[in-house]
């Protein structure tokens, strides 16, 4: 059983440590917060992109086949089916960008302010801690 003297003595030399580094705990906790935040408002990583065009290059070519079996070959002739599935692709694609450009502007008026935020926040405090190791290093 530790005497209660000892744990007195460890408590007081933890509050000392921790009030000694606030601003250096504060910083560290930062960091780990503002990664976390920043990928969370990114608009689309490379994970994202790919995932959405793949899954939107399926759909894609499954309701072409469907668009092709159910609607042109009862009610298009032959001769010009051929420009009923250019026409469908052409308008796939522009209904695929015109989401892809609503979607963006959602996140540019949504979440760009606040990753611009966090983006000076950690230039902040990087130039901080920059400071802070130049005061020690010419101490």
Partial sequence: MKSPRLQVDRETQFKTVLESNQDRIYRICCCYIRDE????????GPQACWLAGSGLMV???VSGVYFDDAFLRRYV?????A???ALYGLGYLLVCAAGFTFTYRNWRR?????LADIQQLKAELTADEADASSETDTS
Avoid: N, S, Y
Wanted: glycine share 8%.
């Fill in 83 to 85: 420009l009923g599935i």
């Fill in 59 to 61: 759909l894609g070519v």
């Fill in 77 to 81: 002739d032959p001769e010009h089916q």
């Fill in 110 to 114: 949504d979440k760009a302010p606040l």
């Fill in 37 to 44: 935040a920043e990928a969370r408002h990114r608009f689309m």
